[in-house]
């Protein structure tokens, strides 16, 4: 990436050691190569089955052994689910996964979906937010041009969710999107949050 000219700031490494399940915003291609070089080893990530469609990179993915989940009905995504945290807890692996569910089109915060806090209930891994800045200017959504582009990787600390409970599932998800929005530079928040 230096040589490319994208320099990458890494902060907050010392959170990059624990497991748990890795949270990151989504904007780029790049993301996904940044947070599996950064988790610890026996780190997976979770995608939808679609991403085998994906020249290379699926194929990559497939046989790395890391897990899918079949989003075309519920039924089936609450079914992978649960077979994904499965395997996490019963091989005490680490899991990375993209709350937003994809990429954002111009490097904003999406809203996030209910799978990381499904796995965390279930788990009772800690959350560990990683925030990534500068990514989807260095590498556009249907872009094949690598550009350059400071970049920026921190993690934050640890999200406890040994007390967690599924009635308040939202405010869990508020919680947390509230965290990123706080860390991220105003180009990549979103326009609208649920902070006051």
Known sequence: MWILGNPIKIEGAQYSKERGIYISNHSSILDTFLTMWLVPTGTVSIARKGIIWYPLFGQLY???????????????????????VEAVVKNNLSLIIFPEGTRSEDGRLLPFKKGFVHLALQSRL?????VLTGTHLAWRKGSLRIRPAPLTVRFLPPIETDEWVPDKINEYIRSVQDIYVMNLPESQRPLYSSIA
């Open 62 to 84: 497939l046989l790395s052994n890391h897990l899918l989940i079949d989003v075309s009905n519920p039924t089936n995504a609450i079914q992978s689910m649960n077979e994904a």
């Open 126 to 130: 800690p959350i560990i937010p990683i």
